[in-house]
């Protein structure tokens, strides 16, 4: 029988995908067969407007599905009655895993419903919702590869996991009360408790207590928000003084303390779930949340245990990583017993294996979408297609020190892993080679080169280069901010002959050796060149320059010949031995990165001035105070067409100091000055060099009043932001291994 050999491809396995296209086709009349393979989904269909049919299946398909393309050609169908599900073939190397999805409304319904059988079951899911990566140990995708194994589904389970009209045909964590996995409390001696866990967990948060719960990709600090003693507690014992909390409620919960604008509800409320940072809109909550910032990190529950919780915990909820400073997250429970034991009061169990440890991931609502500032959970494993002109090859880019992930090409997509912590700590350093290991496995990687960071001290270069002279492979090096600049256009997809990239971070080594932070690059993926750049400031102290802000401001000040304003500010400081220091050249690398920049105008107004509590706090204190004043125009600055030069800045600062001006009027004109300096250098730039498109990349861009006023002032030019892709080093990797690709073309 005549009729057509349909391929799908993209996220279409664990999806429901198969029934879906069963269902279409059913109510189609066609006749055929629908399988997985190695490559995707594949369709044998005749009879009926197979036209019609073949566009239904991108418009009309499964919410968790993304459908890169649908290709078909005519072929002979096998003769038989009505439209069936093959058994799969192939070992699904080829295809994507789909991420972890939030409880969707149906699966929510029936815990609800006293009269359904998972009324109050912690692990309803189906194949519209429910863990997925967290749960794989490896392809092909189906029960006997996940933690859910041990579990053998009763005869219900059964008939719904065999029935292709069921929402739970095929999916692979189906469970209920019956035969699925349990929950239970226990005291923090390890003692198992009888009755109802979720019960006693209420008690203990209504009682200022901090519990333990064991997640989706991990174990949770969890506490009540509106706990100060808690919150304090909680903080002491875990030696987090500062560091933004994040929080979980119901959607009615964070209307009581944010504006969610519709995007950032929508980006609430999604598959994804993430921490979405809201503007805070009432002081009801303590600040010890988020000591000095504006915006709170809420997110809404995603697993049932979580919805269990908080349908009956009435507010919202402490909910941050279950770990030792440091340390990655907690995802056994024997680990939690040992490591979490000092923290919490009490424990919230399961006996479901976490098979992969994923962090919430934590986005912001940009001016052209999300903005993701960690790719956890629910985005990990997802892929972003190569831009075009990119040569179709496998590569292994190894990211850099900070903020670490991995990305892998092949088959014209580029995976980009989870955050794995910092490589400073020895157990993300673990977890980063488990993580190259497992990947390359799951994904039947064998890559063609390996792309590092220039720096030959971090671990992920040492790493990446080791990884190629074992396999004989070459090992591409890419600078820093090179690769930031990639990574911004790659995911836009970019394919131009030049762009201008403004790229501000902290630091990252640059082709001269030198270390480089605030930055303007002309270029594309092959290469690129600086043609800008801030007037270069020592670093003094060296990584100590990173952790207290009050350095870069003396040195900042003393190159405006502000000496007596450094001195009278910073007053308590040993000033003169870092001067001394300075003067020798004894650590003290010369540096233009916009984030010490940032943070010594921080220090100049009191922000985080003896030590930073965690990257990045005097900067996010700093636009914290800015968006109490906005419309206060920039500072001045001097440049000769390359160099920035922030004196003027510095000298403006110290005059409304001494004037009594407001400190939030000096953080916005402060932050405007970082808009028009940079702005006005790329609209420069691309003029100059005739390039439509500029780049917007770094950790710096992470401050969405910053990346939208710059936006704007960039209007008429396309502008590459963050995105999916982290603006910090998260994004590294990504960028790598596009440079790669295209030196590979080259070449």
């Given at each position: 029988m005549r009729g057509r050999r349909i391929r799908v491809r993209g996220q279409v396995q664990g999806v429901g995908f198969r029934p879906?296209?069963?269902?279409?086709?059913?109510?189609?009349?066609?006749?055929?067969?629908?399988?997985?393979?190695?490559?995707?989904?594949l369709i044998h269909a005749a009879g009926g407007d197979l036209d019609a049919f073949e566009r239904a299946l991108s418009v009309e398909a499964p919410g968790l599905s993304v459908v890169d393309a649908v290709e078909s050609e005519a072929a002979d169908v096998a003769h038989q009655q009505g439209f069936v599900i093959a058994a799969s073939g192939g070992s699904g190397a080829e295809t994507r895993v789909t991420p972890d999805a939030a409880t969707c409304p149906d699966c929510l319904a029936e815990i609800r419903d006293p009269a359904e059988r998972r009324h109050g079951y912690a692990f309803t899911n189906c194949t519209h919702c429910g863990p997925r990566f967290t749960i794989l140990r490896e392809l092909p995708y189906d029960r006997a590869s996940t933690t859910m194994a041990p579990f053998e589904m009763c005869a219900a389970c059964r008939a719904e996991y065999d029935d292709p009209a069921d929402r739970r045909f095929h999916a692979q964590p189906v469970a209920c009360p019956d035969c699925g996995p349990r929950v239970w409390a226990e005291d923090r001696d390890g003692q198992k408790?009888?009755?109802?866990?979720?019960?006693?967990?209420?008690?203990?948060?209504?009682?200022?207590?901090?519990?333990?719960?064991?997640?989706?990709?991990?174990?949770?600090?969890?506490?009540?928000?509106?706990?100060?003693?808690?919150?304090?507690?909680?903080?002491?014992?875990?030696?987090?003084?500062?560091?933004?909390?994040?929080?979980?409620?119901?959607?009615?919960?964070?209307?009581?303390?944010?504006?969610?604008?519709?995007?950032?509800?929508?980006?609430?409320?999604?598959?994804?779930?993430?921490i979405v940072l809201l503007q805070r809109c009432s002081d009801a909550l303590p600040d010890g949340l988020a000591p000095g910032q504006a915006r709170l990190g809420w997110m809404l529950p995603y697993t049932p245990l979580h919805h269990l919780l908080l349908d009956r915990f009435d507010g919202p909820l402490v909910m941050t990583s279950g770990n030792l400073s440091g340390e990655p997250q907690v995802i056994g429970n024997d680990e939690a017993r040992q490591k979490l034991s000092a923290f919490a009061d009490g424990f919230l169990m399961h006996d479901r294996e976490i098979a992969r440890r994923l962090d919430d991931g934590v986005e912001i609502a940009g001016p052209a979408g999300p903005v993701v500032l960690r790719r956890a959970r629910g985005r990990v494993p997802g892929t972003f297609a190569l831009p075009d002109g990119l040569p179709d090859r496998q590569i292994v880019a190894f990211g850099g020190q900070l903020k670490s992930a991995i990305c892998l090409t092949k088959n014209g997509q580029a995976m980009l892993?989870?955050?794995?912590?910092?490589?400073?700590?020895?157990?993300?350093?673990?977890?980063?080679?488990?993580?190259?290991?497992?990947?390359?496995?799951?994904?039947?990687?064998?890559?063609?080169?390996?792309?590092?960071?220039?720096?030959?001290?971090?671990?992920?270069?040492?790493?990446g280069l080791s990884r190629a002279e074992n396999l004989g492979i070459p090992a591409i090096e890419v600078?820093?901010?090179?690769?930031?600049?990639?990574?911004?256009?790659?995911?836009?997809?970019?394919?131009?002959?030049?762009?201008?990239?403004?790229?501000?971070?902290?630091?990252?080594?640059?082709?001269?050796?030198?270390?480089?932070?605030?930055?303007?690059?002309?270029?594309?993926?092959?290469?690129?060149?600086?043609?800008?750049?801030?007037?270069?400031?020592?670093?003094?102290?060296?990584?100590?320059?990173?952790?207290?802000?009050?350095?870069?401001?003396?040195?900042?000040?003393?190159?405006?010949?502000?000496?007596?304003?450094?001195?009278?500010?910073?007053?308590?400081?040993?000033?003169?031995?870092?001067?001394?220091?300075?003067?020798?050249?004894?650590?003290?690398?010369?540096?233009?990165?916009?984030?010490?920049?940032?943070?010594?105008?921080?220090?100049?107004?009191?922000?985080?001035?003896?030590?930073?509590?965690?990257?990045?706090e005097a900067a996010m204190l700093l636009e914290a105070l800015a968006m109490l004043a906005p419309g206060s125009g920039g500072y001045p600055y001097e440049t000769d067409g390359a160099e920035i030069d922030p004196a003027p800045m510095f000298e403006a600062?110290?005059?409304?100091?001494?004037?009594?001006?407001?400190?939030?009027?000096?953080?916005?004109?402060?932050?405007?000055?970082?808009?028009?300096?940079?702005?006005d250098a790329a609209l420069s730039a691309s003029e100059a060099w005739g390039a439509d498109t500029v780049a917007l990349s770094g950790g710096c861009f992470q401050n969405m009043t910053l990346l939208r006023h710059v936006s704007e002032r960039l209007k008429g030019l396309r502008v590459c932001g963050p995105g999916l892709v982290p603006a910090n080093d998260g994004g590294l990797a990504f960028g790598q291994a596009l440079v790669a690709l295209a030196r590979m073309e080259a070449n």
């Amino acid at each position: 029988m005549r009729g057509r050999r349909i391929r799908v491809r993209g996220q279409v396995q664990g999806v429901g995908f198969r029934p879906f296209v069963w269902q279409l086709a059913t109510r189609m009349g066609l006749s055929g067969a629908v399988l997985n393979d190695a490559e995707g989904v594949l369709i044998h269909a005749a009879g009926g407007d197979l036209d019609a049919f073949e566009r239904a299946l991108s418009v009309e398909a499964p919410g968790l599905s993304v459908v890169d393309a649908v290709e078909s050609e005519a072929a002979d169908v096998a003769h038989q009655q009505g439209f069936v599900i093959a058994a799969s073939g192939g070992s699904g190397a080829e295809t994507r895993v789909t991420p972890d999805a939030a409880t969707c409304p149906d699966c929510l319904a029936e815990i609800r419903d006293p009269a359904e059988r998972r009324h109050g079951y912690a692990f309803t899911n189906c194949t519209h919702c429910g863990p997925r990566f967290t749960i794989l140990r490896e392809l092909p995708y189906d029960r006997a590869s996940t933690t859910m194994a041990p579990f053998e589904m009763c005869a219900a389970c059964r008939a719904e996991y065999d029935d292709p009209a069921d929402r739970r045909f095929h999916a692979q964590p189906v469970a209920c009360p019956d035969c699925g996995p349990r929950v239970w409390a226990e005291d923090r001696d390890g003692q198992k408790l009888d009755g109802d866990a979720v019960a006693r967990v209420v008690d203990w948060l209504t009682e200022g207590r901090i519990v333990a719960i064991k997640g989706l990709g991990g174990f949770h600090l969890a506490c009540d928000a509106r706990n100060a003693e808690a919150i304090t507690t909680l903080r002491k014992r875990k030696g987090r003084p500062g560091k933004p909390l994040a929080l979980m409620a119901t959607l009615d919960s964070v209307t009581a303390h944010a504006a969610p604008s519709p995007e950032e509800e929508a980006l609430l409320s999604s598959p994804v779930a993430p921490i979405v940072l809201l503007q805070r809109c009432s002081d009801a909550l303590p600040d010890g949340l988020a000591p000095g910032q504006a915006r709170l990190g809420w997110m809404l529950p995603y697993t049932p245990l979580h919805h269990l919780l908080l349908d009956r915990f009435d507010g919202p909820l402490v909910m941050t990583s279950g770990n030792l400073s440091g340390e990655p997250q907690v995802i056994g429970n024997d680990e939690a017993r040992q490591k979490l034991s000092a923290f919490a009061d009490g424990f919230l169990m399961h006996d479901r294996e976490i098979a992969r440890r994923l962090d919430d991931g934590v986005e912001i609502a940009g001016p052209a979408g999300p903005v993701v500032l960690r790719r956890a959970r629910g985005r990990v494993p997802g892929t972003f297609a190569l831009p075009d002109g990119l040569p179709d090859r496998q590569i292994v880019a190894f990211g850099g020190q900070l903020k670490s992930a991995i990305c892998l090409t092949k088959n014209g997509q580029a995976m980009l892993s989870h955050h794995m912590g910092d490589l400073d700590d020895a157990l993300s350093v673990e977890e980063f080679l488990k993580a190259d290991a497992d990947m390359a496995a799951l994904f039947d990687h064998r890559p063609e080169a390996v792309a590092v960071d220039l720096h030959p001290d971090f671990r992920a270069t040492r790493h990446g280069l080791s990884r190629a002279e074992n396999l004989g492979i070459p090992a591409i090096e890419v600078q820093h901010h090179h690769a930031h600049m990639a990574a911004a256009l790659g995911e836009a997809g970019w394919t131009g002959e030049a762009a201008v990239g403004i790229i501000l971070d902290g630091l990252g080594l640059g082709e001269d050796g030198t270390v480089w932070g605030g930055e303007i690059l002309v270029g594309g993926y092959g290469a690129a060149q600086r043609i800008g750049l801030l007037k270069p400031a020592p670093l003094a102290g060296g990584d100590r320059a990173q952790a207290e802000p009050w350095r870069n401001a003396v040195v900042r000040l003393d190159q405006a010949g502000l000496s007596e304003v450094a001195d009278r500010l910073f007053a308590d400081r040993p000033v003169d031995a870092l001067r001394a220091a300075v003067t020798a050249g004894f650590n003290a690398p010369m540096s233009s990165s916009a984030g010490r920049l940032f943070d010594a105008v921080a220090a100049c107004l009191g922000l985080a001035v003896e030590r930073q509590s965690y990257e990045g706090e005097a900067a996010m204190l700093l636009e914290a105070l800015a968006m109490l004043a906005p419309g206060s125009g920039g500072y001045p600055y001097e440049t000769d067409g390359a160099e920035i030069d922030p004196a003027p800045m510095f000298e403006a600062i110290a005059r409304d100091l001494a004037g009594d001006v407001e400190r939030e009027v000096i953080a916005a004109r402060a932050l405007g000055f970082f808009v028009e300096a940079f702005a006005d250098a790329a609209l420069s730039a691309s003029e100059a060099w005739g390039a439509d498109t500029v780049a917007l990349s770094g950790g710096c861009f992470q401050n969405m009043t910053l990346l939208r006023h710059v936006s704007e002032r960039l209007k008429g030019l396309r502008v590459c932001g963050p995105g999916l892709v982290p603006a910090n080093d998260g994004g590294l990797a990504f960028g790598q291994a596009l440079v790669a690709l295209a030196r590979m073309e080259a070449n």
